[in-house]
């Protein structure tokens, strides 16, 4: 119901506002916690729903979403993994490169259904609302049908893997995929074995996590303190130290 003088009206209840931020929160990026079972059609069903329901600019909806089961194309998909990863491990210098040949980066053939999520740059036409000046926005809109995708999915209980580490060219080919379609996600999805309580890379060391106070600006760029600024900067602070506490964190 229409309510626009209570600022409040159009909130979730305690229990379902918390159940966003937990799937928000305990998101991970899978690569080797992956179990064999299947994924029913009703639950892949629903999780690809909610990614067709995300925002895109002038509605103009430029994803698709091709499923993959077969042994065969996961192969393929693997073999073009490879080449690229061996690749990539080259260019890290030598005191990642060890750290980067020891993690599990994907995990193509172990889950149950691969996904790669793609933007058609030319579903609307050549002029589209919203994207007549910046034209990449029909890229971000595909990325957020994929985190759209990914929330749900960890609500249903289910891990996604985002692997990225392809030449563009090659995944194509081995998905018959003409080359005008954009990937934007291959992404390996299925019951897991558990969720880390941390992302992988920050457990790792990797990289840590940024502290969110250090990343906030105020009205122009690289203006960190201003009179009303210095009240939200401590906010998150405090939130982020508690949510570390708790080993409870987004990925």
Known sequence: MENPGAPLAHAFSDADRAAVYQAIYSRRDVRGQFLPDPVADDVLGRVL??????????????????????P?????????????????????????????????LQGILESPINLCVTCDRS???PVVLGRTHMLSMDLYSSVCAVQNLWLAARAEGLGVGWVSIFHQLALQDALAMPHAIVPIAYLCIGWVSHFNDRPELEKSGWLPRLPLADLLYYEQWGVTRTPPAEALTATVSSLQDELQRLHVQPA
Do not use: I, T
């Open 72 to 104: 065969a194309v996961k192969q393929r998909v693997h073999d073009v993994f490879c080449a690229a990863n061996a690749e990539a491990e080259r260019l890290f210098p030598d005191d990642k490169r060890a750290l980067y040949s020891r993690m599990k």
């Open 123 to 125: 579903r609307s036409g």
């Open 49 to 70: 729903l909610a990614a067709h329901h995300a925002p895109s600019v002038g509605f103009m909806q430029p994803w698709n979403f091709l499923v993959v089961r077969s």
